[in-house]
């Protein structure tokens, strides 16, 4: 009774210090059911903990990269050679649950006494930094698309101009504003580039 009373101080005493931990901390063993979550991980995914302790993790939470369905088989490949390592990393992933949230995830392994195998999820709240990300990404082409018109203003006024005034300019005004539109044209492909690259980064169109 004893040994009982003070096992279950020490689980008292863990789930406090890991309830005080800013990350997400989830643990499953090697069937894949949910053994531990601490407070961060049931506000994440808007749970209780009794509807994730013994639960198979893929039955209570969907885990997105992009489009790309993950699994627990994805999120925890077992490599019995290593303990207490680190055998998955990955940025920005989706998970969904009675709530929905972005978050940074690693997933450690460590083998207990008995030779049982568990797998550590830390999480991070990625939701912010994404919001950061997508507002970063808005002014990009904000500003990319401000800036095209005026370009493509410039560009058409300086091509009617030389090919009004083309006889009466020397060599010398002629190359100088042929090259003034060569400069005209490569700001504008610059800014087509900027737009591109925002569409790839927001998802929009595909590379």
Do not use: W
């Not at 504003?177 to 591109?196: G, H, K, Y």
């Amino acid at each position: 009774k004893l040994k009982e009373e003070n096992l279950s101080e020490q689980i008292i005493n863990l789930e406090n210090v890991l309830s005080m931990i800013e990350e997400g901390i989830l643990v499953i063993n090697r069937s894949f059911q949910v053994v531990f979550v601490n407070q961060v991980v049931l506000a994440m995914l808007g749970y209780i903990s009794a509807d994730l302790i013994n639960k198979k993790l893929d039955d209570v939470v969907k885990v997105f990269d992009k489009d790309v369905s993950l699994t627990a088989l994805h999120l925890c490949p077992l490599q019995e050679e290593k303990n207490f390592s680190q055998i998955f990393a990955k940025k920005s992933l989706k998970l969904v649950a009675k709530k929905e949230t972005m978050v940074d995830l690693i997933t450690r392994q460590f083998k207990d006494k008995s030779g049982q195998y568990y797998f550590v999820l830390i999480l991070t709240d990625a939701s912010k930094e994404k919001q950061l990300e997508n507002m970063k990404l808005d002014f990009l082409s904000m500003a990319a698309h401000e800036l095209r018109t005026p370009l493509t203003s410039i560009n058409g006024y300086m091509s009617v101009f030389l090919n009004e005034n083309k006889d009466k300019l020397d060599s010398d005004q002629k190359h100088l504003l042929e090259q003034v539109v060569t400069a005209i044209e490569q700001l504008r492909v610059l800014v087509e580039d900027l737009l591109s690259a925002s569409k790839i980064e927001k998802g929009v169109i595909n590379v």
